[in-house]
Structures are given as structure tokens and as C-alpha cells.
């Protein structure tokens, strides 16, 4: 049996890995789940699958968490070193789905340990890849991408014969605005800009689909992953969400991965990786889905690709300072304190005013990070 640990077991990431653990409970022992402050719901999974222990990043909800389990085997746990401890109990294969940087740390403690680390948060890779990257290295830890988008390009990319791929390519929905002008973008609400059209996402991702940072980001991401050159890595809107990227040869082959707009399907590719195992989703039907859509995104109304392509060029800090920013700001419109435009314009002004040396280490990316979320911070509070 495989072994699992799953970090942010209670957003959507984590609950689709569940849903496919249970389906096949023979191939899985469940070491750990954890969340922020999510009890029901972290009990119940933890119940469910006969979990080791339960662990909420969250201290003070720890006594609801073991009220919850009283009279269950399951060990419980709360705070960051319950976290980091969670992280680094050895399992074989381990989902990092902690939202934001606070998935740092046990990201690190998980790569530590050698095993298959599966990404589906983004901080690892955009703030901190060549330190993870290198500790990957180093520890002989297996990383997997869970995103659609990357998983894509992992399974059709050759990475015995990278030399004969010419770029990779990312596809973008384009979000619930793609059809919008600038004008309208300014009074869009939070509400508005969740309501993704093809996938059920957390409320951050989904802010970032809206104003393609998530794009931008993952832009970053492949960056870290596949062996190319910046300025191999292409992006394209493609509104059906059902190619999830695309590998270019030099021949003129391009290889795709098609699949529903559903996170079940490149979950399941990590976890039964090498291998294959079966999800719920009905067979791809193109013929109902009856046409394929791309398009060029444009830059005007989506600024965030190019605060992505600079930071990534750029190198050092600046990726790490463009997601802490970013971050920040995604929280102040969620909240109603700025609006949708502004997203963009904060990161670009935190960028302008902060520039310091390249991390080397993960307390310096994370000092970088609170740096950034600072000056984004009081950007947001002056207004200026």
C-alpha cells in the first residue's frame, strides 16, 4: 500500500484527492490530513479513511478537533510545528495543497524526507524554486505537478530528448471576464469574479483566473519544471478548458492533453504515477463538446502576464515578491477594500519599490515574502 499524507485536506484539491483515495481504499494508508481550522470537515475525512492523525494549522481549534475524534485511535495535533512535524513523517506520497506561502515550510519538511511530493500550490516553485528545486536534488524527493495545466505538459513532455521540443504551451480559459472591456472590469465584485466558467475553485485561485495571475504564475511554475528557455513558454486562451496545455516538436508535432475541466483527472495521474488508475469522469464526448476555441490573451486588459514575464526574466526575488503582492492584494478585494484593477496595479507598484538580493535560503524567501506583503500592504491602507 501506498502511503499519504494530505496537507490542506479540506479545500478543493484536498477533498478531490479524497474522493479518489476512498474510490480504491486497498491501494491507500492515509498517514495524515490536515487543514487550517476546517474541524467537521478534517474529522469526518479523517474518520472515513481510518487516518493516523488529524492535524489543524490552527492551534486554537485543537480542542473542537480532538472533542470531534474522542474515542477514535486518531492522533491530533494543532499549530506550525504539528504542521511541519505532519509534513515529515515520511509518507510515500504526499499532496501539498496549503494555500499561500503558509505551505512553505511543510512543502520543505515533505521534499526533506525523499518521497513523491505532488504540487498543487504554487508558492513552492514561484517563490522559492531554486531552493526547493535544490533541496528536491539533494534528498532524492520525486516532485509531480497537480495542475492541470503542468500535469498536462508532464505527460507529453520528453524529457530523455528535450532538445526536440521547440515551446510548451499553457492554456487559459481566460476567466469569467475575457469578453469584458476595461471599463466594466473596474466595478466587477468579488462575487462576479469567482463565478469561474469551467471549474470549481477555491476564491483566491478563482481571483487569479479572473485576472490571469494564475496564468502568470504557472508561467513561472513550468519555468521551475521542464527544461526550456523562458521565452519557449507560450500562453493561450482556450475557452472550453478541455486542452490542458500543449508540447511543440521541432518536427511539427504537437502533442496535447485533453481531458474534462475536472482536478480528479491529473490528481489521479500523480497518485497512481508511473501507472494509471480509474477516476469517475465520464469518457471526453468531442463530439458533444463540438469545438476547440484559442485565441491570443491580451495584455491590455490582463497586465498581470506581463508582470509574470518580467518577474520570471528578472530572476532573484522578484517572483517571490510578485506572489506575496498578489496574495495581499487578492485578500484586499475579497474583502472590498480595492477594486478588481487594482490587483494588478498593487503588484506592480510593491515590484517598483522593492528589489532586494536573491534568497538563498527558505528563511529568506520567507523574509522576502513578509517584506513584500508589507509594503502591499500599506500600498493598499495609503492608497498611493
Known sequence: MKTVTILGATGSVGSSTLDLIEREPERFEVLALTANCDVDKLAKAAVRTNARRAVVADESCLPALRDALAGTDIETA???QALLDTAAMGADWTMAAIVGCAGLEPVMAAVEQGGTV??????PLVSAGDVVLAAAKRHGATLLPADSEHNAIFQCFDFDRPEGIRRIILTASGGPFRDWPVDRMRDVTPEQAVAHPNWSM???????????MNKG???????RLFP?????IEIILHRQSVVHS????????VLAQLGPPDMRTPIAHCLAWPERMATPMAPLDLIAIGRLDFEAPDPIRFPALRLAREALNAGGARPAILNAANEIAVAAFLARRIGFLEIAAIVAD?????DPPAPETLDAVLAIDAEARRIAGARIVSGV
Open 78 to 80: 494543532g499549530g506550525a
Open 118 to 123: 505532488v504540487l498543487a500550490n504554487k508558492e
Open 202 to 212: 477555491g476564491a483566491k485561485i478563482s481571483i487569479d483566473s479572473a485576472t490571469l
Open 217 to 223: 504564475l504557472e508561467l513561472i511554475e513550468a519555468a
Open 228 to 232: 526550456i528557455l523562458y521565452d519557449q
Open 246 to 253: 500543449l508540447v511543440d516538436y521541432v518536427d511539427g508535432s
Open 350 to 354: 510593491t515590484l517598483d519599490r522593492y
